[in-house]
């Protein structure tokens, strides 16, 4: 195993071990945060079957103060997601055996998102997310862990709007966006700067499109 998938292991092991120990596993975990957002509309630039949104406008709506706007002239914040949607999420090698075959991969959601006002004024700067879990492979159950797979993006995508929602919850309208911060770490988290781990001082993992 190379020194690269060695550290990249550790880092996803230690992570999810916290996870463990918190009593968030494998399972899907629901909407934790209550967060109050400063703002009365929201409009969601997003596609209107997109995942993502959906699950984002569920949240929004939940908090009971905010609501969601159908137009962005309607609104008084524009969450806009300007990551290309085809490189939101890469499946790469985390671990291989001793025969030199994938024995683990790692599945990555990364996301860069903003809020602006209905004017263009950006409330929150262009913010980076990145996520990711890993997932065991065995060429003997193919299905189940393609199962697996999609129930651990969703519930990369449910840590993601809560991230987001967070985020949100902070902004003061009227006052100058801070600068771009990347994601905090949580369990099972991996936080990094940039999609390719530069300056985040873990090693990027190759990516298997």
């Given at each position: 195993?190379?020194t690269t998938l060695?550290?990249?292991?550790?880092?996803?092991?230690?992570?999810?071990?916290?996870?463990?120990?918190?009593?968030?596993?494998?399972?899907?975990?629901?909407?934790?945060?209550?967060?109050?957002?400063?703002?009365?509309?929201?409009?969601?630039?997003?596609?209107?079957?997109?995942?993502?949104?959906?699950?984002?406008?569920?949240?929004?709506?939940?908090?009971?103060?905010?609501?969601?706007?159908?137009?962005a002239a309607d609104?008084?914040?524009?969450i806009e997601v300007?990551?290309?949607?085809?490189?939101?999420?890469?499946?790469?090698?985390?671990?291989?055996?001793?025969?030199?075959?994938?024995?683990?991969?790692?599945?990555?959601?990364?996301?860069?998102?903003?809020?602006?006002?209905?004017?263009?004024?950006?409330?929150?700067?262009?913010?980076?997310?990145?996520?990711?879990?890993?997932?065991?492979?065995?060429?003997?159950?193919?299905?189940?862990?393609?199962?697996?797979?999609?129930?651990?993006?969703?519930?990369?995508?449910?840590?993601?709007?809560?991230?987001?929602?967070?985020?949100?919850?902070?902004?003061?309208?009227?006052?100058?966006?801070?600068?771009?911060?990347?994601?905090?770490?949580?369990?099972?988290?991996?936080?990094?700067?940039?999609?390719?781990?530069?300056?985040?001082?873990?090693?990027?993992?190759?990516?298997?499109?």
């Amino acid at each position: 195993m190379t020194t690269t998938l060695k550290t990249l292991r550790n880092v996803v092991l230690a992570s999810a071990l916290a996870a463990a120990a918190s009593g968030c596993g494998f399972h899907l975990r629901g909407s934790s945060g209550n967060y109050t957002l400063p703002f009365n509309a929201l409009y969601v630039a997003m596609p209107e079957s997109s995942p993502l949104a959906i699950d984002l406008k569920r949240n929004i709506r939940a908090n009971g103060h905010t609501a969601v706007a159908a137009r962005a002239a309607d609104a008084d914040g524009v969450i806009e997601v300007i990551t290309d949607p085809e490189k939101t999420r890469s499946k790469s090698i985390l671990s291989l055996n001793s025969n030199g075959r994938v024995r683990e991969y790692l599945l990555t959601y990364n996301i860069v998102f903003r809020v602006a006002d209905k004017a263009g004024n950006e409330l929150l700067a262009p913010t980076q997310i990145t996520l990711g879990r890993p997932i065991e492979f065995k060429e003997d159950q193919l299905l189940a862990k393609e199962q697996e797979e999609a129930l651990l993006y969703k519930d990369m995508q449910t840590d993601l709007v809560q991230q987001m929602m967070r985020r949100m919850a902070a902004i003061k309208p009227g006052t100058p966006a801070p600068a771009p911060t990347p994601s905090g770490v949580l369990p099972g988290v991996l936080g990094t700067p940039d999609a390719t781990g530069s300056g985040s001082g873990m090693p990027a993992a190759p990516v298997i499109r």
